[in-house]
């Protein structure tokens, strides 16, 4: 069973920063792209930022310059360090990853519990 943790979430003030982290554990073959996700209250989950597994990042138009996310594939992890935060970055953040489980079983979407980050003004 693939479980992926989360961890680094809280309060901070406007213009901090925060550092979030993943743990994937379990039965894992490989992880392909791993990432984050953000969600407000009253809106949908939004891309925040993907790495694959050679390291090629993308990142949506309101993390760009101010997050940076990164990996450690021999650990399964996934970081996302976020600087200058607003209050607009508070959510609920949401670790991802494209797994293969086992050998021969097909890859899926696999979630954190989500972590949550509070920007106050």
């Known amino acids: 069973q693939v479980q992926l943790v989360e961890s680094g979430g809280g309060l901070v003030q406007a213009g901090g920063s925060l550092r979030l982290s993943c743990a994937a554990s379990g039965s894992i073959v490989e992880i392909k792209t791993m990432g984050w996700y953000r969600q407000a209250p009253g809106k949908q989950r939004e891309l925040v930022a993907t790495i694959t597994r050679r390291g090629r990042t993308d990142y949506a138009s309101f993390a760009k310059g101010r997050f940076t996310t990164s990996r450690d594939n021999a650990k399964n992890t996934v970081n996302l360090q976020m600087n200058r935060l607003s209050p607009e970055d508070t959510a609920v953040y949401y670790c991802?990853?494209?797994?293969?489980?086992?050998?021969?079983?097909?890859?899926?979407?696999?979630w954190g519990q989500g972590t949550q980050v509070t920007v106050s003004s």
């Open positions: 991802y990853a494209y797994i293969q489980p086992q050998w021969g079983t097909p890859w899926d979407d696999y």
